[in-house]
């Protein structure tokens, strides 16, 4: 089993208040999960309403695999009007 955990730093320009940068984050975490099945939650900057960390991890029996499935999260997440992604970390266990 192979553990694929990868943490992305997030900057909202557009977002004013904590309720839109979570309008925000809820369309990504809904996408991501729904075309890579994978977990995820925002793990730091909860009350900042420009920045956010999002946690996102998942298991398989192949790491490349995972660093695939991973990267391309990031891609997808890079795609979203409104969003810069400031910088990621992808780790295998």
Same mark, same amino acid.
């Given at each position: ?38 977990? #995820?939650? %925002? !793990? ?5 309403? /420009? ?7 998942? +298991? ?5 695999? #995972?660093? %695939? !499935? ?5 891609? /997808? ?7 810069? +992604? ?5 780790? #295998?266990?």
């Amino acid at each position: 089993m192979v553990i694929g955990t990868c943490s992305v730093q997030l900057y909202f320009s557009e977002s004013g208040s904590l309720k839109r940068k979570r309008q925000f984050l809820k369309r990504i975490k809904d996408k991501v999960r729904n075309k890579f099945n994978v977990s #995820i939650a %925002e !793990i730091k900057d909860n009350d900042l309403w /420009q920045r956010a960390t999002l946690g996102i991890s998942t +298991v398989a029996n192949d790491g490349r695999f #995972i660093n %695939e !499935i991973l990267s391309s999260v990031v891609k /997808q997440i890079q795609s979203e009007n409104g969003v810069e +992604v400031l910088d990621y970390q992808i780790e #295998i266990l």
